[in-house]
């Protein structure tokens, strides 16, 4: 069977940057996925489509069909107030925030001063050439669960909140 939307994947995978350091991998499960459903990353997802069981592949996605570039304008310095004040505000925290047009975002603390807190809206991995090694395990038809819910059901269904 072929991966194509509404079809379930299972695969393995090792996910390095430019100079061939991991950033990710499955090491001890498989990773499940909803193809179609922008359950992964666009330029990953157009390079498995077609892909059946047994299938390897090496690929490299760049920027702009993985996380974006990176956008200074995503970085800001915020009041110190405008964070809880029993936590102590450390770099490389993350919160979750709200941009201007309401939409959920999380940001990254790059800088602490006594006022201010310097927080980046860009993903981790934006600006980043990805590298993936992937095998495909399985490819399967989604159930109407999952259809209807927009992503993969582990054994015995998913309980939403």
């Not at 996910?15 to 922008?38: C, M, P, R, W």
């Not at 107030?81 to 505000?89: E, H, L, Y």
């Amino acid at each position: 069977m072929q991966i194509e939307n509404n079809k379930v994947v299972t695969l393995n995978y090792t996910l390095t940057d430019n100079e061939g350091k991991i950033i990710d991998q499955s090491q001890d499960s498989s990773f499940v996925y909803l193809h179609g459903a922008q359950n992964i990353i666009p330029g990953l997802e157009d390079a498995l489509t077609g892909k059946q069981a047994e299938d390897k592949l090496q690929v490299s996605i760049e920027p702009k069909d993985a996380y974006g570039e990176r956008d200074d304008n995503q970085i800001q310095a915020v009041p110190r107030d405008m964070f809880p004040q029993d936590v102590d505000i450390a770099v490389g925290m993350s919160f979750h925030a709200e941009a201007p047009n309401g939409t959920p975002v999380t940001v990254t603390v790059t800088e602490v001063a006594d006022d201010t807190v310097t927080v980046d809206g860009n993903h981790p991995l934006a600006g980043q050439t990805l590298n993936f090694d992937v095998e495909v395990i399985n490819v399967r038809d989604a159930e109407q669960e999952e259809l209807d819910h927009g992503h993969v059901h582990g054994p015995g269904g998913h309980q939403h909140d």
